[in-house]
């Protein structure tokens, strides 16, 4: 069964600051993988995703991750955090490798983003 | 931007107590889930639909039950509600053709005295 692990429930950075958040999935097959970010109050909303191409995977608001199959890792990353990113974010890996019918996702704990000032 | 919407966004009810949780999308899509949010907690799918009559158990045994009638409508009902029910319920539609965008709506915040 394929799983995800966020390390870390909590990372606070300074505004400017550079943002790395982590994940690491088990798949036995190559995976989807995606971040979804979710602010106070709201459902979640797609980041980004990898589906096989480019393993340096371009998001909204200047957030990007690269899939690393030796290290069965797909981190997130911000060269400078503003204000605006507080928000929870999720990674998830999708069932069933290349989508397949069912194509649900399984998401990780999260990771909870606070920006100081 | 989505189109997806849950009612109501906040609930507080006894234990005993009928309750359904509302969800339409307007976007025309043919897969529907519903997901269980916890604090610190993985979100669990509990419900998903292919498209009209067809409805499915996710990853996490739950008591709600769900109908898809319409594409556009997706319920979920509890015939009692429990103490233990109380959490946030997230639903979602994409595409059925797999890209892996799932389009959410709110939430739904239970609370079960």
């Known amino acids: 069964a394929q799983s995800v692990t966020q390390l870390g429930s909590h990372v606070s950075v300074s505004e400017g600051a550079l943002v790395l958040l982590r994940c690491n999935y088990s798949?036995?097959?190559?995976?989807?993988l995606f971040w979804y970010v979710q602010y106070p109050n709201q459902g979640l909303q797609l980041l980004l995703k990898?589906?096989?191409?480019?393993?340096l995977v371009k998001g909204i608001n200047g957030f990007e991750a690269e899939f690393k199959k030796s290290e069965t890792s797909f981190h997130l990353t911000k060269p400078s955090a503003h204000m605006s990113d507080a928000a929870e974010y999720f990674c998830?890996?999708?069932?069933?490798?290349?989508?397949?019918?069912?194509?649900?996702?399984?998401f990780g704990k999260g990771t909870k983003l606070s920006v100081k000032p | 931007e989505a189109d997806i919407y849950q009612t109501p966004r906040y609930l507080v009810i006894g234990t005993g107590k009928k309750i359904t949780l509302e969800c339409s999308q307007t976007?025309?899509?043919?897969?529907m889930y519903w997901y269980q949010q916890d604090p610190g907690m993985e979100l669990h799918l509990i419900h998903y639909?292919?498209?009209?009559?067809?409805?499915e158990k996710g990853d996490l045994s739950s008591e709600s039950t769900v109908s898809r009638i319409r594409t556009e409508h997706f319920p979920l009902t509890l015939e009692s509600a429990r103490p233990s029910h109380t959490s946030q319920y997230l639903c979602?539609?994409?595409?059925?053709?797999?890209?892996?965008?799932?389009?959410f709506g709110e939430g739904s915040r239970l609370t079960v005295l």
């Open positions: 990898y589906t096989s191409a480019a393993t």
């Open positions: 798949s036995s097959v190559p995976p989807y």
């Open positions: 639909s292919y498209g009209v009559n067809s409805t």
């Open positions: 979602a539609s994409s595409e059925f053709g797999f890209t892996g965008e799932l389009f």
């Open positions: 998830a890996v999708s069932e069933g490798g290349y989508g397949g019918s069912q194509g649900n996702l399984i």
């Open positions: 976007m025309g899509h043919d897969k």
